[in-house]
């Protein structure tokens, strides 16, 4: 939540300072918020701690300064670039968790949150000696392509919120990032219930990390075959045969049908995301594309905070997993519709 509320305070930076100032100030954040955690006693110093400082790190590391800075070197190979990025999220997943276990096993969570955030300032050093100027310059020859075919639309946030595009992608990233995310709390709990032994539940939904890694890529290379409006309505089709499948899972629990929810539903989560930010800053184009996106990446930080929690409640209300497996599937249905019916997201 507090990384999708600062997404538009990070793009304005962006815009104003530059990389530089985006990626210091987020790693060190990272940094701080972790060392701080380490030496937390009381649970309003871990929300201030790892939810807003570390939230607000993230936001500064993450989406917003990467996609605005890779626009710049790669342009229309923009969602390729993306995913490459995005992929690298799920690769340090895989990382980085069994590295946490071992420090946690070793020298407790306390010692853990020390080195992790001992090693994010040790980082600051060369963080700040890479030659940002050249980064943030772009592509010379992209440069010029951009000055001779795109023209700057003078786009302001106001006008953009004026816009039915800017909606259509605010109200794409929340209802999308409430759907999954309210799945993704309850997998391994729901797997459990359904008959499967928790390490194999959880082992088999860790494995998501890596398939995600293939759908990432995969979504992202039909955009160059089949479109990307095709590629998108593709990606939400798998999402929805993967809801379909976990419900299928609770009578039928058998290694095939979880393998298959795994490559469905799992492979999918995030691949939109490079399509999706390429299709906003191509309509939203211009000095002000870091402040517009931000903003509209809001829809992703609400949903995902809202879509957590309201799985929970739903499941806690009901006492079974069928509201929540149909909350989902709308969630994740009225996502799609967008690239259904909204002018600018159908070119």
Not at 70 to 97: C, E, H, N, Q, T
Not at 199 to 222: D, P
Not at 257 to 283: E, Q
Request: proline share 4%.
């Amino acid at each position: 939540l507090a990384g999708g509320l600062a997404a538009p305070l990070i793009g304005r930076l962006f815009d104003h300072s530059g990389p530089r100032m985006v990626y210091t100030l987020g790693l060190a954040l990272l940094g701080g918020a972790f060392l701080a955690a380490a030496f937390a006693q009381q649970l309003w110093q871990f929300q201030l701690t790892l939810g807003l400082c570390a939230g607000f790190g993230i936001a500064c590391i993450g989406n917003v300064p990467n996609s605005i800075m890779l626009g710049r070197w790669f342009g229309p190979k923009l969602p390729a670039a993306m995913s490459v990025v995005y992929s690298a999220a799920g690769a340090g997943v895989l990382i980085l968790l069994p590295l946490s276990q071992v420090l946690i096993d070793r020298v407790g969570w306390r010692g853990a949150y020390q080195i992790f955030g001992g090693t994010a300032l040790i980082l600051l050093l060369p963080l700040v000696l890479l030659p940002w100027k050249l980064f943030a310059s772009g592509s010379a020859t992209l440069a010029r392509s951009a000055a001779t075919d795109l023209i700057d639309e003078g786009w302001t946030l106001v006008s953009a919120m004026r816009h039915h595009a800017f909606w259509a992608l605010f109200s794409t990233f929340f209802f999308t990032a409430v759907g999954m995310f309210a799945l993704s709390a309850q997998i391994v709990a729901y797997l459990v219930d359904a008959g499967f032994p928790p390490l194999q539940a959880a082992t088999a939904w860790g494995f998501s990390g890596v398939v995600l890694l293939f759908g990432m890529l995969g979504v992202t290379w039909l955009d160059g075959v089949i479109g990307r409006r095709r590629s998108v309505l593709f990606s939400y089709a798998m999402s929805i045969i993967g809801i379909g499948l976990l419900w299928l899972l609770k009578s039928y629990p058998n290694v095939w049908l979880l393998t298959a929810f795994v490559v469905t539903f799992g492979s999918m989560i995030g691949s939109r995301g490079p399509l999706i930010t390429a299709t906003a800053m191509k309509i939203f184009r211009g000095e002000r594309v870091g402040t517009i996106y931000g903003t509209i990446t809001i829809g992703s930080g609400l949903g995902s905070a809202f879509g957590s929690w309201a799985g929970g409640l739903i499941h806690d209300m009901t006492g079974s997993y069928d509201a929540l497996l149909l909350f989902a599937l709308i969630s994740v249905i009225l996502g799609m519709i967008p690239f259904l019916v909204v002018p600018a997201l159908r070119q």
